[in-house]
């Protein structure tokens, strides 16, 4: 058998183009939804990051706004700044691109954003009301992930899933998630005895820990969804997941590549939290 595709740039185009059209209907009521990215220091990859955030609000109806520090910057001088988007009101979401400098206590950071304007999902309010089911904003991987299995028609209820990964961005809020969905969910990780006889069991794989050809065919039920979050390089520099795709593709019934499968679902779904903030506050006024 040969997995279908669950193609994450065909899923972007369409959520975003809901986003432009949400976007124009907020700026008709007089609001441009504003999105403040701040970057500091020179990470290549945060740099490709940031561009590729920005070109994706500009492209969809959304203002953004990018601010860039020098690595030298203070711990003291980020807070201030994020204080001073905090109180601005052209701003609804505000996006510190991790990581940041040493020098710099980046939980501090995120907990200074206000939670209204989280749209990362990273705030400890927002890990709390994805915990008990409030409203908030949900991190924009394991949100996008949601979104895939949604489009292929996954009914999660009383399936079993098995996420591979605990991290506080991807592995323990895509838990909560499936679980809020009523699947049964199995959390796996580094001090997993035997992780096949977890996945093996799984109709519903996510696996998101940065380690290539993590996940082979041996472990993967038949017919069972598998969707791949991490990213990694190959010998050749090539970019691939943490699923032996080629492997994997002739077991499970649906397959998310690398790329071209949750990485674009990652910016689209911050897009989609902007909006929603925006029109909270416009809501609000």
């Excluded at 959520?15 to 007089?30: M, P, S, Y």
Aim: net charge negative.
């Amino acid at each position: 058998m040969t997995a279908q595709l669950i193609d994450g740039n065909a899923l972007s185009r369409t959520l975003r183009a809901e986003v432009a059209t949400r976007a124009a209907a907020l700026e008709a009521r007089g609001v441009v939804p504003g999105l403040a990215v701040v970057l500091v220091g020179e990470n290549p990859a945060s740099q490709v990051y940031v561009r590729n955030k920005v070109k994706a609000c500009e492209d969809n109806g959304l203002h953004s706004v990018l601010e860039k520090y020098p690595a030298e910057l203070s711990e003291a001088e980020l807070l201030a700044r994020v204080d001073a988007l905090n109180k601005d009101p052209a701003i609804h979401g505000i996006l510190v691109q991790l990581p940041l400098p040493p020098h710099i206590d980046a939980h501090k950071v995120i907990e200074a954003i206000a939670p209204a304007k989280d749209v990362d999902g990273f705030h400890v309010a927002s890990a709390g009301a994805l915990m008990t089911g409030s409203p908030g904003f949900w991190p924009c991987t394991p949100y996008g992930c949601m979104k895939m299995l949604e489009s292929i028609g996954c009914e999660l209820r009383g399936k079993h899933a098995v996420v591979i990964g605990r991290s506080n961005i991807v592995g323990k809020p895509m838990a909560l998630m499936l679980l809020a969905k009523n699947a049964t969910v199995t959390i796996c990780h580094s001090a997993t005895p035997d992780l096949g006889a977890f996945t093996r069991q799984a109709d519903v794989v996510v696996a998101a820990v940065g380690k290539r050809n993590m996940l082979t065919a041996d472990m993967v039920k038949p017919g069972a969804v598998v969707i791949d979050v991490g990213m990694n390089r190959n010998e050749e520099g090539k970019l691939c997941g943490d699923v032996d795709f080629a492997g994997v593709c002739e077991v499970a019934g649906w397959i998310t590549p690398v790329p071209g499968g949750v990485g674009p679902m990652t910016i689209t779904m911050l897009l989609v939290n902007t909006i929603e903030a925006a029109e909270r506050a416009a809501g609000a006024t």
